[in-house]
């Protein structure tokens, strides 16, 4: 699939459905991509990967000719969002997003001049996205990510952002910033699905792609008949340890 196919698809909130990366571990990202997954999304923010790892990881998608590369960028800081596009993601998925100044910032970022303040020096992106600044600008996506109250609380203006082609639940903080005591904290499971509504019809109002991740297929699966476009899965480091322990008990006869 193509940059350009990729996008999209994701802007006229198709449905898309990818997969997690935290460690950094290129073969097996490369084995993961050629799963038909529609992304590979690379964890910077809380996973194992620094920028070697990153720039790695994007080449080993790109190898598998199939999944877009996105990246969970470290922050809402130039920075990094350039760094992540420069070495080839897709897209960015920026944490933290607590109001639509937030969110434009994030967009300018992403953006070459006259949409934005991304700085000219595409490196490898120039071989897939670009080397343009046009092209560029309408291949690249930009996902805030909602998981703090302020971002609940401000949803609406920060999906009427201009640029901005969807939003992203972080669930765990999600389930916090509602008022659990934990991530996994059922007692609020109703302020929970309360918010994920509110989020998806925001995205929906504003028509940009809604996007969640979530610990299992049948949640993904879940969460896109209630509305949601696009589902990220579980991890590669939770499976890892899943699968094996399984293995195990099965081996043990237990």
Request: proline share 6%.
């Amino acid at each position: 699939m193509s940059t350009t196919d990729f996008a999209a698809r994701l802007r006229n909130r198709e449905r898309v459905l990818g997969y997690w990366s935290v460690i950094d571990s290129p073969v097996s990202t490369e084995w993961l991509a050629h799963i038909d997954w529609d992304y590979i999304a690379l964890d910077l923010q809380h996973g194992l990967i620094g920028y070697d790892g990153m720039l790695r990881g994007l080449t080993a998608i790109d190898a598998a000719h199939g999944p877009a590369g996105l990246v969970r960028v470290e922050a809402n800081d130039m920075t990094p969002i350039g760094r992540a596009l420069d070495a080839g993601a897709t897209g960015v998925i920026v944490p933290l997003i607590d109001t639509a100044e937030d969110a434009a910032r994030a967009v300018a970022a992403a953006r070459y001049a006259p949409n934005g303040v991304r700085s000219y020096g595409p490196m490898r992106s120039q071989l897939r996205i670009g080397p343009t600044p046009a092209d560029a600008n309408r291949d690249t996506l930009v996902i805030a990510m909602i998981e703090t109250p302020l971002g609940l609380e401000n949803v609406e203006a920060i999906c009427a952002v201009p640029g901005l082609d969807g939003v992203y639940v972080g669930p765990s903080d999600l389930r916090l910033a509602v008022g659990g005591a934990s991530p996994i904290d059922p007692s609020v499971d109703d302020q929970f699905e309360a918010a994920l509504i509110r989020i998806q019809q925001a995205a929906a109002a504003a028509n940009i792609a809604a996007g969640i991740h979530t610990p299992a297929g049948e949640i993904a699966a879940r969460r896109l008949n209630d509305g949601y476009t696009f589902a990220s899965v579980a991890s590669d480091l939770t499976h890892l340890k899943a699968v094996s322990a399984a293995h195990l008990k099965a081996a043990r006869g237990n």
